[in-house]
């Protein structure tokens, strides 16, 4: 579960991202924790949790200094309870 939100661009690094929720009671205390962090108009995103694999960021923009930018990036992960 994590903030679904641009203003949160480091999400893990501000605590806007919960792992391992196993039961409706962690559920509901993981959002609360979200809500409490991101204020009353929270949105949150609940996705299944992947345990290994590869992590990708690709984005682009067109910048008034350099034109066209691009940025890629690739790194393994993997996630031990």
Do not use: C, Y
């Not at 067109?62 to 993997?78: M, T």
């Amino acid at each position: 579960m994590k903030i679904n939100s641009p203003h949160f661009s480091h999400k893990s690094d501000l605590g806007a991202v919960l792992l391992n929720i196993r039961t409706q009671a962690e559920a509901e205390r993981a959002f609360r924790k979200l809500a409490a962090l991101g204020g009353e108009e929270t949105e949150v995103l609940v996705q299944s949790m992947v345990t290994r694999g590869r992590e990708v960021i690709l984005g682009g923009k067109r910048d008034q200094s350099f034109g066209p930018i691009v940025l890629f990036g690739l790194g393994a992960f993997s996630w031990r309870p």
